[in-house]
């Protein structure tokens, strides 16, 4: 890896020389890193930044410990190496299947990078206000590699500071267990956001940003990530680590205790496929395991899961997650002050087999998903569904509504009075779709995807979506806008469940307006939460 940053750092110099001024020098106390400043952009990046130990060996497992200190100057010009990578199911459109990369991946991924103005550091009267950005990928895959902080400074008018974060991923980040319980840490990908969370609170004034000012913001898995930390430590995190949080298509997919059922049958397949069952110790035995016999059964475990669904998420462990979220966020006991929550208007058809989906039934369907749900429940499900249309239409509602749709108004509702509601309702409105509106440069390295991004190239379009995050972090207002764009008053979603849906006519034009939240939506979400003990919601 040393080699690799080594001829990076090189080949930075030789052909971005002319783009670079001043490299500027912050010194974290337990080491020093080098930036690179874009002078044609006037934004300065620190990339692969340590904020944690290595989690390997003996601290595999095990909640995040401090980096040692390194003597010298550290080169921040590379993306750091991923974190090991899994699926979900079989399925040729997984959207979070592995991707072609262009870093590499390793145990050792505790990083995150830094984007700022370069004017912003050292103003004598300005810090600017943070958002940390938490990447997707159903918590077994993802990185911060692809996600570019200049994208969001450049969207809110060079009025933010930009932090990107990796976690532990899949089983190296979300295995449960008793076992894990007694030497270990569940949750421990959790964790790690916690970590970076402190970092940025102690360290982001030497990069110009404002630590009582932070905006945690994530998308799908980094949206239920979001979510977490929200309910983290009954909602009364110290200190405040954020003060707004952003959702894009929350996930909140099954999280049971840390020794329920299904997370120990987990334990013992996982501890199976690595010749740890005859162990003493099998939390030992993994420890020290070879890391790709350990990823070997990651990625075997998550591809056997029902279809669309993930096995390693994060569970509830008495501590940190200390009871099912949805009991939280309806008893309102929630760390922050502000919230932006925005779905896509089709979130569920990337997570459901639409070959398969035309002959199944809702009922089977909704068994296969939540296991633990009776005979009854499953009617109840059926009766709510039947008149959303055909066979496919009602699983695709089913799942939307079940894991990322309902959890948003469960996550409004927490913050009433205190949040604002948004709808991407560009056909064909998919999960993930909006992604590339406020992360434009999320594909560069992939120009064969990227082409075809975004779904309507419509300038005045994707500047009123995509800087209503930044004016949200910013004034904790969409409407405090950082530029003037054609988004009409936005009112809080409380206030008679009106949200903000961002679409278009039929002739091509922008129609963005305020619509009232669909009753019987909300009353399909009174269904789940009505059953999140069985769902493990």
């Known amino acids: 890896m040393f080699l690799r940053r080594t001829i990076d750092a090189l080949l930075f110099c030789v052909f971005a020389l002319p783009f670079v001024s001043a490299s500027p020098i912050i010194d974290l106390g337990y080491a020093r890193y080098q930036g690179t400043v874009d002078a044609s952009a006037n934004t300065t990046t620190f990339l692969g930044i340590r904020y944690a130990a290595a989690p390997v060996g003996n601290l595999r497992f095990r909640a ?17 190496d991923q974190c090991y990578q899994a699926g979900n199911g079989l399925s040729a459109t997984n959207p979070y299947k592995p991707r072609d990369v262009v870093v590499g ?14 004017d912003a550091k050292g103003h004598p009267t300005r810090q600017l206000p943070v958002i940390v950005w938490i990447h997707g990928g159903g918590y077994v895959g993802g990185s911060s ?19 990107t974060i990796q976690y532990r991923l899949g089983v190296f980040g979300f295995l449960a267990g008793a076992k894990v319980k007694e030497n270990g840490s569940l949750n421990a990908g959790l964790l790690d956001q916690d970590f970076a969370l402190r970092w940025v609170n102690q360290h982001i004034g030497k990069f110009g940003g404002d630590a009582s000012k932070v905006t945690i913001w994530g998308e799908s898995a980094g949206a239920g990530s979001v979510l977490q930390q929200i309910v983290a430590n009954g909602g009364n995190t110290k200190p405040q680590l954020f003060r707004a949080a952003i959702t894009s298509s929350t996930f909140l997919p099954s999280q049971y205790n840390f020794n329920d059922r299904i997370p120990e049958l987990i334990y013992s397949e996982f501890v199976a496929q690595t010749n740890c069952s005859g162990a003493a110790d099998s939390l030992a035995c993994l420890r020290q395991a070879d890391v790709d016999v350990l990823e070997t059964a990651n990625t075997n475990i998550n591809s056997a899961a029902f279809y669309g669904t993930f096995a390693l998420v994060p569970v509830v462990d ?61 009617d109840e499900v059926y009766a709510l569904y039947k008149g959303l249309g055909e066979p496919t239409s009602q699983l695709n509602a089913i799942m939307g509504d079940s894991i990322f749709v309902c959890p948003t108004y469960y996550l409004l509702r927490a913050f009433a009075g205190r949040s604002f509601k948004g709808e ?17 440069s999320a594909f560069i390295d992939f120009p064969e995807i990227a082409g075809a ?85």
Request: proline share 7%; hydrophobic share 40%.
């Open 318 to 378: 008495g501590e940190f997650i200390r009871q099912r979220p949805t009991l939280s966020l309806a008893q309102g006991k929630v760390n922050g002050k502000m919230l932006l929550s925005v779905t896509n208007s089709n979130e569920g058809p990337e997570f459901v087999d639409q070959e398969a989906a035309a002959s199944a039934n809702a009922t089977q369907y909704v068994l296969d998903l939540f296991p633990n749900l009776k005979a009854a429940q499953a």
């Open 453 to 537: 991004f975004p779904f309507y190239n419509n300038t005045a379009f994707i500047d009123a979506f995509s800087q209503s995050f930044t004016s949200f972090a910013i004034s904790l207002d969409p409407n405090v806008r950082v530029t003037q764009t054609i988004t009409p008053r936005w009112n809080k979603w409380s206030a008679g469940h009106t949200e903000m849906r961002f679409n278009k006519t039929e002739s091509d034009v922008p129609d963005i307006r305020s619509l009232k939240t669909d009753d019987a939506l909300l009353e399909r979400c009174r269904f789940w939460e009505s059953v999140g003990s069985l769902t493990g919601q």
């Open 64 to 80: 995040p410990r401090p980096p040692a200190h390194t003597t010298g100057v550290q080169l921040a010009n590379a993306q750091p």
């Open 105 to 118: 991946t390793s145990e050792d991924c505790l990083f995150l990078s830094v984007s700022y103005p370069s």
């Open 424 to 440: 991407m309702a560009i056909l064909p409105a998919l999960h993930g779709q909006d992604v590339l509106d406020y992360f434009p």
């Open 145 to 163: 590699s692809m996600y570019r902080g200049t994208d969001i400074i450049a969207q809110s008018n060079r009025g933010v500071v930009v932090v």
